[in-house]
């Protein structure tokens, strides 16, 4: 073999040892692979103003059966969703997966979480509406800045008079006071922040469902290992549904306090 013909082959060669290196494979636990999520900082009890919360917790979890430690950043919704199409985190939770998210972003087979909105009226307010579609045009409705709120909602968005806050006591509060007709809440997420309110869930008409959606960890269209990570994730969870770890997590009342 002539040297011009060896040192290409070296190089070769190296080039091959260092795309392997480089590129993550299944099972892999090499503290060089840097996850980067954004956590949503405003919807406990799933992710609250530190990152904490139930979704959080699962991911974490999901994520350490293939030995892998994701690196949060806590962030406005709004935000996660900004950062993850730049591609400057690999994911972003919790992003519910219908028409207006499917293409923007990478999903995995195994939902993090269901989760149901509803329909909030202040009692005795509106009695003839039964159904999204007994809302007048101009109906002014309480909304979190970028929530997903399902393909019907999207489908009459356009009749409302959206008033988009970034916190759901403020929802609450408008809604209390007046200042909007109606709110789509997530039932859960309501619940919690009237408890943290010291407010009365009775203080609501809960008319209504709005959707049952699934939540996921979105993943970036430009980060490089964005299929790989959704596979471990889904792999994660289904791994914690078989044992029960799943609906340990889920179920922790502590989440709540």
């Known amino acids: ?21 480089e590129s993550p494979t299944p099972g892999a636990t ?4 840097r996850i980067h999520l ?14 904490q919360g139930i979704s959080t917790d699962l991911i974490k ?3 350490a059966k293939s030995g892998l430690t994701p690196t949060l950043h806590v962030l406005p919704y709004a ?22 998210t499917q293409d923007k972003y990478i999903f995995g087979q195994v939902p993090l979480l269901r989760v149901e909105a509803y329909w909030f009226f202040i009692p005795d307010m509106h009695p003839t509406i039964k159904s999204i579609a007994d809302i007048p045009d101009k109906f002014r409705v309480g909304v979190i800045r ?11 968005r356009r009749r409302f008079t959206e008033v988009q806050v970034s916190q759901q006591s403020q929802i609450i509060r408008m809604l209390k006071q007046g200042r909007i007709d109606a709110a789509v809440m997530f039932d859960r997420e309501a619940e919690f922040a009237l ?3 010291n407010l009365d869930a009775a203080i609501f008409d809960k008319r209504f469902l709005n959707h049952i959606g699934d939540v996921y960890v979105a993943f970036s269209h430009k980060s490089p290992r964005a299929r790989w990570l959704a596979e471990q ?9 078989e044992t029960g770890e799943y609906d340990r997590i889920l179920s922790d009342t502590n989440k709540e306090q």
Not at 1 to 21: D, E, G, T
Not at 30 to 33: A, G, H, M, Q
Not at 146 to 154: A, P, R, S
Request: aromatic share 10%; net charge negative; charged share 25%.
């Open 30 to 33: 090499d503290d060089s692979i």
């Open 79 to 100: 935000r996660v969703l900004h950062d993850l199409a730049s591609g400057k985190i690999d994911g972003g939770y919790n992003v519910t997966l219908q028409s207006t």
């Open 233 to 241: 994730l889904d792999k994660g969870l289904l791994m914690m549904k």
């Open 38 to 51: 954004g956590a949503e900082d405003s919807w406990p009890p799933y992710s609250d103003a530190k990152g």
């Open 61 to 63: 979890a999901a994520f």
């Open 146 to 156: 970028d929530y997903e709120y399902g393909d019907i909602y999207e489908n009459h």
């Open 1 to 21: 073999m002539s040297k011009s013909r060896a040192y290409a082959w070296l190089l070769l060669c190296a080039l091959a040892i260092q795309v392997c290196a």
């Open 195 to 197: 408890k943290e309110m």
